[in-house]
T-cell receptor, first 114, second 112 residues
């Protein structure tokens, strides 16, 4: 089934460790996004990419980095994880430009930082 | 005042009821309005997409936008237990240049 694949689905991580959340899409969508979802705070945009080779900062980018080497992959890296980064992380994509039309979301990666 | 306000619920209704979910917003520049549905432990999926004011119907779902009141609604007729989910509103100023702004979501339970 076409769509977005995120890995890992769940991870427990010690504070200070480096972690990369992987995201792959097979829909050839131009734009990709990383959101975090926290109880009471809703979905918040971390980073985005309008097209391969470009990235931009969202609402809560600190502590996170992304790269977009090709159309399909958009990994999110936590260089040195902290407990406040405990969250559910969603990768999403859209066929057009930035937030045109429908966003397609992955199933999420649940990250716990101890 | 936050840009988008949405009552988190939870909202619990009996099967067959008409459900009304709402969001208010403060930015009069918003033109594109969406409703996403998110089942437990899943990613959100687009349910309805409307541009500017008016109504849009799709099966049991109706999306309504009142720009003069800065108020959007999602109505679910003949609600089913399978409609139990969190519903998130989202909106944007223009198509392609600015981020979507999401509401925090309303958790709905439809009881059989």
């Amino acid at each position: 089934i076409a769509g977005i694949t995120q890995a890992p689905t769940s991870q427990i991580l010690a504070a200070g460790r480096r972690m990369t959340l992987r995201c792959t899409q097979d829909m050839r969508h131009n734009a990709m996004y990383w959101y975090r979802q926290d109880l009471g705070l809703g979905l918040r945009l971390i980073h985005y990419s309008n097209t391969a080779g470009t990235t931009g900062k969202g609402e809560v980018p600190d502590g996170y980095s992304v790269s977009r080497a090709n159309t399909d992959d958009f990994p999110l890296t936590l260089a040195s994880a902290v407990p406040s980064q405990t969250s559910v992380y969603f990768c999403a994509s859209s066929p057009g430009g930035f937030n045109t039309g429908e966003l397609f979301f992955g199933e999420g990666s649940r990250l716990t930082v101890l | 005042q936050k840009e988008v306000e949405q009552d988190p619920g939870p909202l619990s209704v009996p099967e067959g009821a008409i459900v009304s979910l709402n969001c208010t917003y403060s930015n009069s520049a918003f033109q594109y309005f969406m409703w996403y549905r998110q089942y437990s432990r899943k990613g959100p999926e687009l349910l309805m997409y409307t541009y500017s004011s008016g109504n849009k119907e799709d099966g049991r779902f109706t999306a309504q936008v009142d720009k003069s009141s800065k108020y959007i609604s999602l109505f679910i007729r003949d609600s089913q237990p399978s409609d139990s989910a969190t519903y998130l509103c989202a909106m944007s100023r223009d198509s392609g240049n600015t981020p979507l702004v999401f509401g925090k979501g309303t958790r709905l339970s439809v009881i059989a």
